[in-house]
């Protein structure tokens, strides 16, 4: 597999012309970096030598007149200095935010195109890690630590030239210790990569713990359990900071190592160079030149260490959001339009059988017809399959045997984006996002007039006591609906589902956190609007789907009954049963005291 560096580099090639033109001013602005050295030798050269000087080789006879030149040569030198460092530093770092930007969008959008099972194995921490942190990482190598690198090279390639022009007997010296900075750093970045990937597999971890803590604070508090998640957090926090400390030990040793190397070349240079300017054989000008050039080799590569460490985080980084960007979804889209308005609503279950992974069949040999315009029930023990037909007639997943179709045609076929469109969704697990009541309601239908939402409110007997609240329509829910009551929720999700208007409704435990009363009305409302529309309906109170046109009772993923709610009854089978149940016919039959109950053994209060 490509390294990082080389996977970033193909990611990034719309803003190669950009990274190029960063590049240059950064190599040019070393260039002028590196140049006062050399003016400095060319005065000494100057002050020493007067007429014999190098300058006077080019027609300066007058040692005044030389200094002058070098003072304009300095200025310039200095100007185009500053002005490349000022335009390096815009390019790089209006290049990293845009690339922070596009590849935190890209990752998120690609992160959307992924099916449910994805999610469903992974925390929303550790996702959240990805598109916040690790996109960080990259951000900060490219605001300073790619132009730090490429002015390290510069640097290297510029004095080397000049060594070996100036006295070729002495430039080798100077150099020494390059073969072994490189080679430790090479050494050191093979043994840090897998300490940093650690770093960022544990930061996933850690705030897959503290997203989780913080989205059950209710159940925290309830439970009192509050030292317990403290423990939790501390246990994992530790571990990033102990997986840290590792990374720290090896990286700190760097600098420390390559000081004392780079001392040995310089201690070299400025001896042996000494002696042979003190027999004549080297200008004192070229000497000069090749004391400050030498520190200027050979110091900036202390910073080696800390430039790499941050390399290495961005690649460890760069690594884990490319890895994600390359994963590929497992639903596809069909080529297959499905125009809303044409949508009669028939849906078709043939042979569907269906598991999660490598587990138990969830789904065996089902075939179902749910006419257009019909409502059909489903009714059954938890994990007989009744919430997995729903994620796959949305296609969350895939069937492993058997088709679902909507109006004769694969779901397999049609565009994801046209199925989904076509089917309204309420469920028993109620999602608000954090804004205004409108903007929750208007979230099928951005488009939707403020009649239309009224009237959808009013349909789900939301509009009274949206009414209410201090700010109505424009009044903020809060983070998944937290300041408002599970039934004023529930509420808002099938005033949501009626104004985006879908030929295809689902409503899994629609009632279920609503009260009585409220219940009816609301039932009262779906009778309404399932009037010529294809309803399917998930219910465990029998008593919300007695009218349905159709029944269907679920068994282990088998279809133990079907029919309407008196011939079911007439049948005298599973569902006759779940209804004396639930009707209060069978408690006669059931003990006076149930198996684990805490309460069957205590007496009446009195």
């Known amino acids: ?57 080019f027609g300066i006879p007058e040692a005044r007149d030389q200094l ?28 990293a935010q845009t690339v922070q930007h596009e590849l935190r969008l890209d990752a998120y959008s690609h992160l959307q195109s992924l099916e449910v099972a994805y999610f469903e194995d992974r925390s929303t921490g550790g996702l959240m890690a990805v598109l916040n942190d690790d996109v960080n990482q990259l951000e900060r190598f490219l605001d300073g630590g790619a132009n730090d690198l490429l002015q390290v090279g510069t640097t290297v390639v510029l ?43 544990q930061v996933g971890v850690l705030n897959g713990q503290l997203a989780n803590s913080l989205s059950g604070i209710a159940t925290i508090k309830s439970f009192t359990a509050e030292d317990r998640e403290v423990e939790r957090v501390r246990k994992e926090s530790d571990a990033y900071r102990r997986s840290n400390a590792q990374a720290i030990r090896l990286s700190s040793a760097f600098s420390p190592l390559i000081r004392i190397v780079i001392l040995v070349g310089f201690t070299m240079t400025l001896v042996y160079g000494g002696y042979l300017t003190l027999d004549g054989m080297l200008a004192v000008g070229a000497y000069s030149v090749m004391i400050f050039l030498t520190q200027r080799l050979l110091w900036p590569l202390t910073r080696l260490g800390q430039t790499v460490d941050l390399y ?20 596809l889209s069909g080529a297959q339009a499905l125009v809303l308005a044409d949508v009669r609503g028939e849906v078709e279950l043939e042979g569907v059988s269906f598991a999660y992974g490598a587990g138990p069949p969830v789904i065996q040999d089902l075939s179902i ?28 997943y895939d069937v492993d045997a058997g088709a679902v179709r909507i109006d004769g045609k694969d779901l397999r076929d049609l565009k994801l984006g046209d199925l989904r469109r076509a089917v309204g969704l309420v469920s028993q697990d109620v999602f608000l996002f954090h804004g205004t009541v409108r903007e929750n309601l208007v979230y099928g239908r951005p488009e939707a007039t403020e009649e239309e939402i009224i009237a959808a409110a009013q349909v789900a007997e939301a509009h009274g006591f949206i009414e209410e609240l201090a700010q109505g329509y424009d009044t903020v829910v809060g983070e998944r609906g937290q300041k408002l009551s599970g039934g ?97 016919e069978a408690v006669a039959s059931l003990p006076a005291s149930l198996p684990g109950s805490g309460r069957s053994a205590r007496k009446p209060a009195t």
Request: charged share 20%; with cysteine.
């Open 68 to 95: 002058l030149v070098l003072a304009l040569a300095t200025f310039t030198i200095w100007a185009l200095e500053s002005l490349f460092e000022y335009a390096y530093g815009v390019l790089w770092r209006n290049l």
């Open 312 to 331: 290495q985080r961005a690649m460890a980084s760069t690594k884990r959001v490319l890895d994600l960007l390359h994963t590929e979804p497992k639903i």
């Open 488 to 584: 004023q929720r529930q509420r808002l999700s099938i005033a949501r589902a009626v104004l985006k208007d879908p030929p295809i409704l689902i409503l899994d435990e629609a009632t279920s956190a609503v009260d009585n009363e409220t219940e009816a009305a609301i039932q009262r409302s779906l009778a309404r609007i399932s009037v010529g529309r294809t309803t399917l309906v998930i219910a465990h109170r029998l008593s919300t789907i007695r009218h349905a046109h159709q029944i269907c009772v679920l068994h282990r993923g088998r279809l133990a009954e079907k029919g309407t709610h008196e011939e079911l009854l007439a049948r005298d089978g599973a569902y006759a049963a779940l209804w004396r149940v639930q009707t209060g």
């Open 159 to 201: 004095v080397g030239a000049a060594f070996f022009y100036l006295a070729p007997s002495v430039a080798w010296m100077s150099f020494v210790p390059i073969p072994f900075i490189l080679w430790g750093s090479f050494v050191f970045q093979a043994r840090i990569a897998p300490r940093y990937s650690a770093v960022r597999e």
């Open 369 to 396: 017809r749910l006419p257009a315009g019909e409502t059909t029930a489903f009714v059954g023990a938890t994990g007989a399959g009744k919430t997995t037909l729903i994620k796959l007639l949305l296609r969350f």
């Open 1 to 57: 597999m490509k390294g990082p560096l080389i996977r970033l580099w193909g990611y990034a090639e719309r803003h190669r012309r950009r990274i190029l033109l960063a590049t240059t001013c950064s190599v040019l602005n070393k260039f002028f970096d590196l140049a006062p050295p050399v003016l400095i030798g060319a005065a000494v050269d100057v002050v020493v030598r007067r007429q014999d000087s190098i300058l006077a080789s």
